[in-house]
Nanobody
Framework: QVKLVESGGDVVQPGGSLTLSCVGSGSIASIFAMGWYRQAVGKQRELVATMTRAGHPEYARFVKGRFTISRDNTKNTVSLQMNNLEPEDTGVYYC???????????????WGQGTQVTVSS
C-alpha cells in the first residue's frame, strides 16, 4: 500500500510564508508526477503546482511567481515553498502523486489526507 503524508499547514498573516512538505511511503517502485492541489470551502479542488520526475514544474496562474515546488526522488518527497500569501490562498492543500507500486505495474493516483493553510490577519 502507498501512502502520502503532508505537513506544514498553519495559520499565517497576509504576506507571510509557509513551506508544505509531503512524503510518500509504502510499496513504491517509482513516482512520476508529484505535486500539490488545494480546495477552498465551497470550491472545487484545483491544481497549485506539479513537477515531473525529471524536475519540470508546472504552476497554476494564480501562483504568479509566489510559490516554488521542489522534490527529492531519492526520498519520495515534494515540497511547496509559498511566499507572499494572500487570504485567497486559504484552503486544504493536498499532495498528489502518480505512483507505480512494487506489487503490480499499474499507475496509481494517490492523494494525501490534506493540510490546512489559513491566511488571515
Amino acid at each position: 500500500q502507498v501512502k502520502l503524508v503532508e505537513s506544514g499547514g498553519d495559520v499565517v498573516q497576509p504576506g507571510g510564508s509557509l513551506t508544505l512538505s509531503c512524503v510518500g511511503s509504502g510499496s513504491i517502485a517509482s513516482i512520476f508526477a508529484m505535486g500539490w492541489y488545494r480546495q477552498a470551502v465551497g470550491k472545487q479542488r484545483e491544481l497549485v503546482a506539479t513537477m515531473t520526475r525529471a524536475g519540470h514544474p508546472e504552476y497554476a496562474r494564480f501562483v504568479k511567481g509566489r510559490f516554488t515546488i521542489s522534490r527529492d526522488n531519492t526520498k519520495n518527497t515534494v515540497s511547496l515553498q509559498m511566499n507572499n500569501l494572500e487570504p485567497e490562498d486559504t484552503g486544504v492543500y493536498y499532495c498528489n502523486a502518480e505512483v507505480v507500486g512494487t506489487a503490480a505495474p499499474d499507475l496509481l493516483d494517490v492523494w494525501g489526507q490534506g493540510t490546512q493553510v489559513t491566511v488571515s490577519s
